[in-house]
């Protein structure tokens, strides 16, 4: 079973829908949790940061972290084309970013 | 950005022969990173480096080396370039290590091994 398991999508939806991303991982002690937005032939730009479990909001994004299920969840609501983009998720047991265990992304789309 | 400059952006090279990508960063930072991107395996760590002249391995060292002379100036060295090496390479930098700091990419050396 690999660490970090992220479907690859491609996920398409139309412009306004409400987006949810997805991860699951096997490693218990993971606790530091990220989500990554890559456009087309640009490095990866940090989305949102979560330590340990809750929910992060931050605009139209919500982070969400059920470590009892080794389950995060990125939520995009009132989607835009400017989401159009490849979402990784990101996570670590400890604070050193050379430990971080990235998921190969999904692909997202939204249609105008 | 993040002030990071990545050089060349793309580079064509054949079988055997050596290549050294750049990275540079304005920022200052301690630690910078390099990734490699490829389809069905996502971005994974080659090498990374915690101060000039200390360098340490990654996930995927093997074919490559570093160095870094400079705070500012972190050199990915592929002594005997293979075809397996065809990929996209990220350089990356962060603040501190101690408490999570996030990670800042370059636009990325699309690097194609003939």
């Known amino acids: 079973q690999k660490e970090v398991e992220q479907d690859p999508g491609p996920l398409s939806v139309p412009e306004g829908a409400i987006v949810s991303l997805n991860c699951t991982y096997s490693?218990?002690?993971?606790?530091?949790f990220m989500w990554y937005r890559q456009y087309s032939r640009k490095g990866p730009e940090l989305l949102m940061y979560t330590y340990s479990s809750g929910n992060k909001e931050d605009g139209r994004f919500t982070a969400q972290v059920d470590k009892s299920s080794k389950y995060i969840s990125l939520f995009i609501r009132d989607s835009q084309p400017s989401d159009s983009a490849t979402y990784l998720c990101a996570m670590s047991a400890q604070g050193g970013s050379e430990k971080l265990v990235f998921g190969k992304g999904t692909k997202l789309t939204v249609n105008p | 950005d993040a002030g990071i400059t990545q050089s060349p952006r793309h580079k064509v090279t054949e079988t055997g022969t050596p290549v050294t990508l750049r990275c540079h960063q304005t920022e200052n930072h301690r630690y910078m990173y390099w990734y490699r991107q490829d389809p069905g395996h996502g971005l994974r760590l080659i090498h990374y480096s915690y101060g000039v002249k200390d360098t340490d391995k990654g996930e995927v060292s093997d074919g490559y080396s570093v160095s870094r002379s400079k705070t500012e100036d972190f050199l990915l060295t592929l002594e005997s370039a293979t075809s397996s090496q065809t990929s996209v390479y990220f350089c990356?930098?962060?603040?501190?290590?101690?408490?999570?700091?996030?990670?800042?990419f370059g636009n990325g050396t699309r690097l194609t091994v003939t």
């Open positions: 990356a930098i962060s603040e501190g290590q101690g408490s999570y700091s996030p990670l800042h």
């Open positions: 490693n218990s002690a993971f606790q530091y």
